[in-house]
């Protein structure tokens, strides 16, 4: 199985950026890269996902490397409410059965 | 408003008793997918149904059973043979089990308790 490997957790400003980063070493040349976050209490929600270039959206921005062996989840400001556990996750071709690591935990300082 | 909706949100069962939870997507989604959470820890995987009337074990199915008479519905039942079944038990569906470039909505879980 593909795997990825995170950070267990991760401390931001408000209003800072937040880099967080995400090792995929195994990862094949159709696997896809996607992000969740999981608020307390809550059911994780998606965030961004790609395969090749960096991505863009609403949300975040997805860098991921030229050898696609680590990628970075971008928050431009981060927010009291960005305070979350980051989920890197790669979508195999087997389906989309998210297999779950530990994640990282975001903690948001005011 | 699309989206999946999961019921109870708190449900208590006394030990040896089965328990189904409910999970209903009207999102015309394909693909539902049934996890479990422990304090701390990541989702794992109990069972996946790529389209009606059929469902594949996932990582820990042991101790649980589902099924997929409806495309919106996917109930999982947690039975009596489940040693430890307290936890956050979470849904899921996407549009296809095989589409990579989509992503999965997820409910707002079943928090369970056996006493």
């Known amino acids: 199985d593909a795997k990825t490997t995170q950070p267990n957790s991760m401390e931001s400003n408000e209003e800072e950026p937040v880099h967080l980063p995400c090792n995929h070493s195994t990862i094949s040349g159709t696997d896809y890269i996607h992000w969740y976050r999981q608020l307390p209490s809550q059911g994780p929600e998606y965030v961004i996902h790609?395969?090749?270039s960096n991505v863009n959206n609403r949300m975040a921005s997805l860098a991921i490397a030229e050898d696609r062996k680590s990628s970075t989840l971008i928050l431009h400001r981060a927010t009291l409410r960005d305070a979350a556990v980051y989920y890197c996750?790669?979508?195999?071709?087997?389906?989309?059965?998210?297999?779950f690591g530990g994640g990282t935990r975001l903690m948001v300082k005011p | 408003d699309g989206g999946i909706t999961q019921s109870p949100k708190y449900l208590f069962r006394k030990e040896g008793q089965n328990v189904t939870l409910s999970c209903e997507q009207n999102l015309n989604h394909d693909a539902m997918y049934w996890y479990r959470q422990d304090p701390g820890q990541g989702l794992r995987l109990i069972y996946y149904s790529q389209i009606v009337n059929d469902f594949q074990k996932g990582d820990i199915a042991e101790g649980y059973s589902v099924s997929r008479e409806k495309k919106e519905s996917f109930p999982l039942t947690v039975t009596s043979a489940q040693k430890n079944p307290t936890a956050f038990y979470l849904c899921?569906?996407?549009?296809?089990?095989?589409?990579?470039?989509?992503?999965?909505?997820f409910g707002q879980g079943t928090r369970l308790t056996v006493v």
């Open positions: 790609g395969l090749t």
């Open positions: 996750i790669l979508i195999t071709n087997a389906g989309n059965m998210l297999t």
């Open positions: 899921a569906s996407s549009i296809e089990l095989t589409a990579m470039n989509t992503e999965a909505f």
